[in-house]
């Protein structure tokens, strides 16, 4: 199966092989060495000195992690969204607590940063503000962050970063840019399978942490930050997982975060040539598409989960639909971490084949 979600990914050989090492004591040096070194190679990956922690949990785990720990409950935060994952943390901000002012884009488009600034001049309570870097249910990358950073520090708010599926991929540089809080997680550029997160923390966020009164425990991060000095997670970590994540650590950091992005560049403009040169129109905007996912809209003639079985089916690959609202009306073709150009190309055949059974005629 030629696998093109927006994660899972496929994962190298030597990253699979990497996790089916025995088992060891995660109380134990062994693991204390591993934690340590993965945390050091993480930083590097996130351009950051901030602290990294990793969790054991999917990526919503990391973004339930920074709602908990940083957003007191009652307190005031904008949150952006652009697509379904923005609106996880609107369900997240609500579920504890939070008072969600939601300030919404059209799915395919990214943010305004001009709109963004009205929302916080309208309410000097805001002190969370929540964003989607890359939104994977659309295929749209939010530009702004640099500059989001400096409007959210003018008020005074905490950014909190949903780099989910753009981390490791594109550019983002947690520290130059000055960004509070950044999640991520391990099935997508990281080339690694799903069960591990990662979420970074300022010095003004620990601040925050001290000042926020919210119950929690698993996601705790004073207890993950306390246990790391120790070599140690607070609870048992996904270890097999854990074990993959340092070898594609390694392996990207030999191949360059600078090679990385250029390729995920290249790649990105392969499939969307190859899908505009089959009549397909995108569905993100002009300018905002994203490098790590390509969201193509689905002919009004044609059915959206048709497309996706025949794929399947008959040529074995594997695209993710639309979520939520636009169910059946996009397709979804990953483009991250692990993807020889052969790779793209075949899903490229498989797409246009498709087609043709179809009788599509652009
Ligand atoms: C941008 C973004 N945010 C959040 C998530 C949720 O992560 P998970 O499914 O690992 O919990 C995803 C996963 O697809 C994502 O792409």
């Known amino acids: 199966m030629n696998l093109r979600l927006p994660g899972p990914i496929p994962v190298p050989e030597p990253v699979a092989q990497a996790g089916a090492a025995p088992m060891i004591n995660h109380r134990g040096p062994e693991f204390a060495s591993l934690i340590q070194r993965t945390t050091e190679k993480l930083k590097q990956i996130y351009l950051t000195k901030n602290d990294v922690l990793t969790l054991t949990a999917s990526g919503t785990g990391a973004m339930e992690a920074a709602v908990v720990n940083f957003m007191p409950p009652g307190s005031h935060a904008l949150v952006i969204t652009i697509g379904v994952f923005g609106n996880r943390f609107k369900e997240l901000v609500s579920a504890y607590g939070g008072i969600a002012t939601v300030l919404e884009f059209n799915f395919g488009s990214a943010a305004d940063l001009g709109q963004i600034k009205d929302a916080l ?12 870097h890359n939104e994977t249910s659309t295929g749209v990358t939010n530009p702004i962050i640099p500059d989001l950073v400096k409007v959210v520090q003018d008020h005074d708010a905490l950014l909190i970063v949903d780099a989910i599926s753009s981390l490791s991929s594109v550019e983002f540089r947690t520290d130059d840019w000055e960004v509070d ?9 990281w080339m690694t399978a799903p069960g591990l997160s990662f979420i970074s923390v300022s010095e003004k966020a620990w601040k925050r942490f001290e000042e926020n009164s919210q119950p929690r425990f698993y996601f ?40 990385i992005w250029a390729r995920h560049a290249r790649a990105g403009q392969r499939v969307r040539d190859g899908v505009r040169a089959m009549g397909l129109q995108l569905f993100s905007q002009e300018g905002v598409e994203s490098n790590t996912v390509t969201s193509i809209t689905v002919p009004t003639e044609l059915d959206g989960l048709e497309i996706l079985k025949i794929a399947r089916e008959r040529y074995s690959t594997v695209f993710a639909g639309g979520q939520a609202g636009l169910k059946g009306q996009i397709i979804r073709f990953g483009h991250l971490g692990y993807m020889p150009d052969s790779d793209l190309d075949s899903a490229l055949d498989a797409l246009r084949n498709t087609l043709v059974d179809l009788n599509f005629k652009a």
């Open 220 to 259: 705790d991060l004073l207890r993950h930050k306390k246990a790391l000095a120790d070599g140690q997670t607070p609870w048992t970590p996904a270890i097999s997982v854990w074990f993959s994540l340092d070898k594609a650590l390694d392996m990207m950091i030999e191949e360059g975060l600078d090679a």
């Open 181 to 189: 809080v950044v999640c991520s997680g391990s099935q997508k550029g």
């Open 121 to 132: 001049e309208k309410n000097s309570e805001i002190k969370t503000v929540f964003v989607t």
